[in-house]
């Protein structure tokens, strides 16, 4: 019966070490990715000048990439954002494969953050991202363009400044924003 005993604990050791080993493996990255975006938090930050570097900080950490940011540019009026490995803070291959998966992440991503830009900072007139050699520059003339184009009750005038009306305007539209920025293509160029 000790021999049993023993050869049971050791199996069961064994597999948990196996397990353990395989969970470690297919470990999620610790980036913000799109599905991953804390809408909620996104919101409380509504209404915000593109002047407010805190702020502006604050929404873009929030979204994806934003544990990758090297450096943010608010100077004329516009969102300037690179991003990259920061220096230690995470593995080069997960910085890598977050924004270049071979399905146009880095595109998907940019698209994403500047139609929450366009929602969040309205006196912001223009949107740049960049990783490597990786751009998208938008006009927010362009993204508010194309963002009536899809919504007849998208906020604009005092409204887009209204925290309320905008965190309505994401809470009813949030599943087709994120399409839009999933589907870049179609909407945007």
């Keep these: 019966m000790m021999i049993f005993n023993k050869l049971v604990s050791m199996l069961f050791l064994s597999l948990m070490v196996f397990l353990t080993g395989c969970a470690s493996n297919n470990e999620k990255s610790n980036i913000t990715s799109i599905e991953d975006v804390n809408v909620d938090m996104l919101k409380e930050n509504s209404g915000t000048y593109v002047g407010d570097n ?34 230690g803070s995470l593995p080069e291959s997960d910085v890598d494969e ?55 009750a998208f906020p604009t005038g005092k409204a887009i400044w209204d925290k309320k009306t905008v965190s309505e305007f994401i809470d009813e539209h949030n599943g087709k924003l994120t399409e839009m920025a999933t589907k870049y293509q179609t909407f945007f160029e």
């Design 54 to 87: 805190s702020k502006v900080s604050a929404i873009l950490q929030e979204l994806p990439g934003g544990e990758t940011i090297q450096e943010i540019d608010l100077s004329g009026e516009m969102v300037k954002v690179i991003y990259g490995n920061k220096e």
């Design 98 to 152: 977050f924004w270049f998966d071979g399905n146009h992440a880095d595109r998907k991503n940019f698209y994403y953050n500047a139609i929450y830009l366009t929602l969040l900072v309205p006196n912001a007139q223009e949107y740049h991202f960049q990783v490597d050699e990786s751009m998208v520059s938008v006009s927010r003339d362009k993204m508010v363009k194309n963002l009536q184009d899809e919504f007849e």
